[in-house]
Structure formats: structure tokens, C-alpha cells
């Protein structure tokens, strides 16, 4: 019963490094997406997918790319990590067959970025 | 757009207290109203839901009522426990692009309730 799996749960990066967030889902959800959680900002979405090979922006994009190959799976790529991408990263996702299914969510990323 | 508006926290209650934290929202059209939970440490859990005008969602001794005329999704609990500490957010399903799935969060409010 494993749900949605972030790895890893912590990360340091130098700016200018590049990282993947992990996020994996074993519900054969076919909506996937990512938040960014800042302080007195709430969650922000990032990026997310309907299904496999279909991509999409959210609210905050820039300097974040997204795959989707299969649809358990969907990283979030850091191309070069700056100081304001410190943050905690969720993933979720749910079904697109109901309406209004709720967002499954993983634990999170607490990234660091000095 | 869309956006939601939750009161700022924390909120500090003595157990069994009545518990209320306000959400209103603009968005156009008729979007379904969430309220989820973050205990610490956790990623965000779906407390209860409400797809409609007047619509009632309850779980666990919460409940919210969509009110269209006030557009207002308040939380209320009429007895708090120390096990209902935890963030908690208000969100809006955003229909724009035909996904439901895409939720506007609110800032979240910390309620901590002391013994």
C-alpha cells in the first residue's frame, strides 16, 4: 500500500547543481503533478501531467523541467539549483475517471539550496 | 483568477474548544471546494470535501458548508483534540484547461492545541 513515494526526503545542492525529485505511484493515477510549499505562500503547482508523454505548466515553472515516460512515474528535473528553490517539494496524484478524486500526496522533499 | 483566502494562524486552542478557520474564495464558473490536512512531517491528506452550493462534506467531527452566496467554505469542529494539531488548508478546484485536478491552495493555517 505504498501510495505516492518521494525520494529523497532531504537534499543540500551548491547553486548551478542539477538534481532529480522522485516521484513514484502505484494507483495507476493518470493525473500527476507537482507543488512547491513555501512559507505564507501555501502550495504552488509546478508542473503536471494527464497521462504518459503529456506535460503541462502550472503556476511557477520556470527552472523546473518534467517528463512523464510511464505512468507511475514523474521527475522533477533542477536544471541549475538556485537559492529560491529552497523549498519542500510534494508530488500527487489522482484519477482522472471521477470527478473531483482527490490529490494523493507523497511526504515531500525538503530541499536546500545554498 | 481563481485564488483562495484562509485566516492567518497559528490558532491556539485549549482542548475541546470549538474550532473555526475561515476560507473564502474568488473563482469563476463553479468550482468544488477541498479543505486538506498536514499533520507534521507528512505530505497533505483530503479532509472533506464539497462539490456544490450548500453542499455539506464532513469527516471525523469536521465540517465545512459551501456557502455561494458568501463564497465561504469556514471549518468548524465543535471539539478539538490534541491529535487535530496539524496545518490545515483550503483549496479550490481550478476547471481551466479541462483538468479538475489542478487545486489553488491556500497560505494554510497552523492549529496547535494544548492538554
Known amino acids: 500500500n505504498a501510495g505516492v513515494t518521494q525520494t529523497p526526503k532531504f537534499q543540500v545542492l551548491k547553486t548551478g547543481q542539477s538534481m532529480t525529485l522522485q516521484c513514484a505511484q502505484d494507483?495507476?493515477?493518470?493525473?500527476m503533478s507537482w507543488y512547491r510549499q513555501d512559507p505564507g505562500m501555501g502550495l504552488r503547482l509546478i508542473h503536471y501531467s494527464v497521462g504518459a508523454g503529456i506535460t503541462d505548466q502550472g503556476e511557477v515553472p520556470n527552472g523546473y523541467n518534467v517528463s512523464r515516460s510511464t505512468t507511475e512515474d514523474f521527475p522533477l528535473r533542477l536544471l541549475s539549483a538556485a537559492p529560491s528553490q529552497t523549498s519542500v517539494y510534494f508530488c500527487?496524484?489522482?484519477?482522472?475517471?471521477?470527478?473531483?478524486?482527490?490529490?494523493?500526496f507523497g511526504n515531500g522533499t525538503r530541499l536546500t539550496v545554498t | 483568477g481563481n485564488s483562495v483566502t484562509q485566516m492567518e494562524g497559528p490558532v491556539t486552542l485549549s482542548e475541546e474548544a470549538f474550532l473555526t478557520i475561515n476560507c473564502t474564495y474568488t473563482a469563476t464558473g463553479y468550482p468544488s471546494l477541498f479543505w486538506y490536512v498536514q499533520y507534521p512531517g507528512e505530505g497533505l491528506q483530503l479532509l472533506l470535501k464539497?462539490?456544490?452550493?450548500?453542499d455539506k462534506g464532513s469527516n471525523k467531527g469536521f465540517e465545512a458548508t459551501y456557502r455561494k452566496e458568501t463564497t465561504s467554505f469556514h471549518l468548524e469542529k465543535g471539539s478539538v483534540q490534541v491529535s487535530d494539531s496539524a496545518v490545515y488548508f483550503c483549496?479550490?478546484?481550478?476547471?481551466?484547461?479541462?483538468?479538475?485536478?489542478?487545486?489553488?491552495f491556500g497560505t494554510g493555517t497552523l492549529l496547535a492545541v494544548q492538554p
Open positions: 500527487a496524484s489522482s484519477s482522472l475517471g471521477r470527478p473531483n478524486s482527490p490529490l494523493h
Open positions: 483549496a479550490l478546484s481550478s476547471n481551466y484547461g479541462g483538468a479538475t485536478n489542478k487545486l489553488i
Open positions: 494507483m495507476n493515477h493518470e493525473y
Open positions: 464539497a462539490t456544490k452550493a450548500d
